[in-house]
């Protein structure tokens, strides 16, 4: 994709690895502008951005989300990428009593946000040159992680919608792109301090590169072992890889 002259939405852009991509592409001369629920975080990243611009959002509510697109458009009427990165994660129990409202809102927050916050913009970034829009999955869509077997089903199938949208937006200007990375230290289910996750920078300076290619998926190399496995022999390491992580 192009990587600087864009002017670029990125949901949940006030923590995490969207303010670590909020921050980097802002560093490359992109106009920014960040969305997310907890408005103090959004305000800090701004402030210490001179020039991003910040909403608050709830991926949760339809009617929320097509307001913020209306005054997105409105706002800031040229902008041409996407970057649908807003999600939670929680810890399930799928062979036991599952909290159907936890279930509820990891399913409308990771997979259902994305579909609207795309469906509400869509038309507009058809018109505009270099439209890029970016769905952030994870290496758990195709290795599923037991202990949080919603959060991985849904980025499951956020990589199979990705991969519908991008068919169906072939031959217009925006390109369909997908992020997937692996165990990144930031405060999603407490792993900011774990020393087996990937350190948050390398992170972000390792997709930028990929950013910078032609790749429709964005990979680092951490991921890679993740994203190769599905397949008709694809449970073995499903099964050593959630031992693993359970020790």
Same mark, same amino acid.
């Given at each position: 994709?192009?990587?600087? &002259?864009? @002017?670029i939405f990125? #949901? &949940?852009?006030?923590?995490g690895?969207?303010?670590?991509l909020a921050?980097?592409?802002h560093g490359?001369?992109?106009?920014?502008?960040i969305?997310?629920r907890?408005k103090?975080?959004?305000?800090?990243?701004?402030? #210490?951005?001179?020039?991003m611009d910040?909403?608050?959002?709830?991926?949760?509510d339809p009617k929320?989300i097509?307001?913020?697109?209306d /005054?997105?458009v409105?706002?800031?009427?040229?902008?041409n990428?996407?970057?649908?990165?807003?999600g939670i994660?929680?810890?399930?129990?799928?062979?036991?009593? +599952?909290d159907?409202?936890?279930?509820?809102? #990891?399913?409308e927050?990771n997979l259902?946000?994305? +579909? %609207?916050?795309t469906s509400?913009l869509?038309e507009?970034?058809?018109t505009? !040159?270099d439209?890029?829009?970016?769905?952030?999955?994870?290496? $758990?869509?195709?290795? !599923?992680?037991?202990?949080?077997a919603v959060?991985?089903a849904t980025?499951?199938?956020?990589h199979s /919608? #990705?991969?519908s949208?991008r068919?169906? $937006?072939?031959? @217009?200007s925006?390109r369909?792109?997908e992020?997937? !990375?692996? /165990?990144?230290?930031t405060?999603l289910?407490?792993? %900011?301090?774990? !020393?087996r996750?990937m350190?948050?920078?390398?992170?972000?300076?390792?997709t930028m %590169?990929?950013?910078a290619t032609d790749?429709?998926?964005?990979l680092v190399e951490?991921v890679? +072992?993740l994203r190769?496995?599905? &397949?008709?022999?694809e449970w073995?390491?499903?099964?050593?890889?959630?031992?693993? $992580?359970a020790?």
């Amino acid at each position: 994709m192009k990587m600087s &002259g864009n @002017t670029i939405f990125i #949901t &949940g852009g006030g923590s995490g690895i969207g303010q670590g991509l909020a921050s980097a592409f802002h560093g490359l001369g992109n106009k920014v502008i960040i969305a997310g629920r907890r408005k103090a975080a959004l305000e800090e990243t701004a402030k #210490t951005h001179p020039g991003m611009d910040f909403c608050t959002i709830d991926m949760r509510d339809p009617k929320n989300i097509a307001e913020v697109a209306d /005054w997105l458009v409105m706002t800031h009427p040229e902008v041409n990428v996407l970057v649908n990165n807003a999600g939670i994660m929680s810890g399930d129990n799928t062979g036991g009593f +599952m909290d159907d409202d936890l279930s509820v809102a #990891t399913i409308e927050t990771n997979l259902l946000g994305p +579909m %609207r916050m795309t469906s509400s913009l869509i038309e507009h970034l058809k018109t505009r !040159p270099d439209a890029v829009l970016v769905n952030v999955t994870s290496g $758990l869509a195709f290795t !599923p992680l037991a202990h949080s077997a919603v959060y991985s089903a849904t980025k499951a199938a956020l990589h199979s /919608w #990705t991969l519908s949208l991008r068919f169906r $937006l072939r031959g @217009t200007s925006v390109r369909v792109l997908e992020v997937a !990375p692996p /165990w990144v230290r930031t405060d999603l289910m407490g792993g %900011r301090d774990e !020393p087996r996750a990937m350190p948050l920078q390398d992170f972000i300076d390792e997709t930028m %590169r990929a950013f910078a290619t032609d790749a429709d998926e964005v990979l680092v190399e951490r991921v890679k +072992m993740l994203r190769d496995n599905p &397949g008709p022999n694809e449970w073995a390491f499903v099964e050593k890889f959630n031992d693993m $992580l359970a020790r």
